[in-house]
């Protein structure tokens, strides 16, 4: 049954240097404030799992807690290069980066083998690209029908961080939009992290394509409200674009990136002080001007 | 001689790109797209001559009809419009590689003269000059949708004579041609300057249509290789004040939103 922890208890006691960590969410529900106490609790050696590393990733790979990214798609959504993440793989900067690349085909069907407790995911993909050379993929030949198709290994990470819009008080979790790979990731992993917007009597009903973790597949849930800034959490925030858009600036340059880092997440005890950081105007601009 | 155009019919190359891209659409198709120019000329033929064009984009919305254009795969706004919204693996296995998707709209950091796309590293891979965000979906857009359409624009460092990298596949390295992939590959590449088809027995782009206005030194210029020009060469229409004007609006409109 999930355990409701505090964000710092929930990290520091299940995420242990150098595990393999998937923190999940296709654009929507990106669990930030879950990656900034990573930061602040200067976790190291992990290998970092997700389709798309995001804003997320470029902040843990900048400073310093990862040693590999296993991963599909690595851009600013709409914006352009993660620029910690090409300084990374680029010049070794702050650290070297291992990676390890799939198409998004790829890590989906990875996931989904990691949550059926198979060895490998089978699906019709990779044809012509150069990514076999490169990456775990092998061939294979339909036993029915003898067609060659593409196997890729499970994927288990250790620790699966998602960040959800709802959790009731016998620890069930609801999400609902767009739902991306969460269920897949959380299933597959060893252990399982969540954190909330809200913590309800009832979860509330949302159709089809509310996706249901009960209690007993995940491991401890903590209760953050915002905890996807600058991504957003269907019917509670909206996605912060400008602040995706803004980030191109603050991570191009190092010491940019490093007086962010430290102003709003450093600095601060928890979620709540990045929170309101982010509403004082001037620290932004103090940032900016070194 | 006085120009007495319509000054809303002056218009830029990235608009005369997107309303050239959006008319290779057609009304009815399942279109699996992009973000970027490929959202936006898919949105733009959504919103003109192919209303009932079904758009299905990766984060898993399915037939989304977006009021302003995303400026990530997976904005609220195309959640909220779609019919459905299934999970990434369903999105992948269900709807794509299940051959559901007539037509993939791409765009890459380069292409080469047999239309193999490469979004993954300028350079080397192991020590790359450039990293770029890599796969995504491309890989098995460009293998199984029905056809792909490409929106890249032209330069000496977008159109190489070979990709540093096939991240997905038009015709092969060497131009051999779609050996058991399901799609038929690169229909059409549109740019900024002009439209490249594929030769039919070779494979190779050709310069199919050149935009109006454009020289055919400035074509000559922006392609890494020797371009062969199609006997039939066409020039584009330009677009109409009704194709500028509903993609204008649409701009602005999404401009204004993503300020907020």
Known sequence: MAEFVSLRDGIEQLVPDGASVAMEGFT???PFAAGHEIIRQEKRDLTLVRMTPDVIYDQLIGTGCARRLV??????????????????????????LEIEEHSHAGMAARYVAGASGLPFGVLRAYVGSDLVKYTDVASILCPFTGEELAAVP????????????????????????????????????????VTVEEIVDELSDHGPNHVILPSWTVTAIASVPR???PSYSMGYTKRDNAFYTGWDVISRDRDTFARWIDAFVLSHNGPEGYLAALEDESLLDVVLSG | MVDVRDPTTVYTADEMMTVTAARHLRNGQVCFVGIGLPSDAANLARLSHAPKVILIYESGTIDTRPEILPLSIGDGELADRADLVVSVPEVFAYWLQAGRVDVGFLTAAQIDRFG?????????????????PGAGGAPEIAASAGEVIVMLR????????AVDFVTSVGFGRAGEGRVDYPGAGPTVVITDLGVLKPHADTHELILAAIHPGVELDKIRETIGW????????????????DELGTLRDLKARTAQAHSR
Not at chain 1, 73 to 84: A, D, I, Q, T
Not at chain 1, 163 to 185: C, K, S, Y
Not at chain 2, 116 to 132: A, D, F, M, Q, W
């Open chain 1, 154 to 193: 499970a994927l288990n990470p250790d620790v699966t961080i998602i960040h959800a819009q709802q959790a009731d008080r016998r620890g069930n979790v609801g999400l609902w939009g767009i739902t991306g790979v969460q269920r897949e990731a959380v299933l597959a992993a060893t252990t399982a992290i």
């Open chain 2, 116 to 132: 193999n796309l490469n979004s993954t590293v300028i350079g080397s891979y192991k020590e790359p000059k450039v990293r770029l």
């Open chain 1, 71 to 96: 991963f599909s798609w690595g851009g600013n959504p709409g914006v352009g290069s993660l620029h910690r993440f090409r300084d990374a793989v680029e010049n070794g900067f702050p650290s070297a």
């Open chain 1, 227 to 229: 905890g996807s800034h």
């Open chain 1, 28 to 30: 929507h529900l990106i």
């Open chain 2, 154 to 161: 032209q330069s000496q460092r977008t159109f190489v004579p």
């Open chain 2, 226 to 241: 020797d371009v062969k020009v199609d006997d039939d060469l066409v020039t584009t229409d330009p677009p109409t004040s």
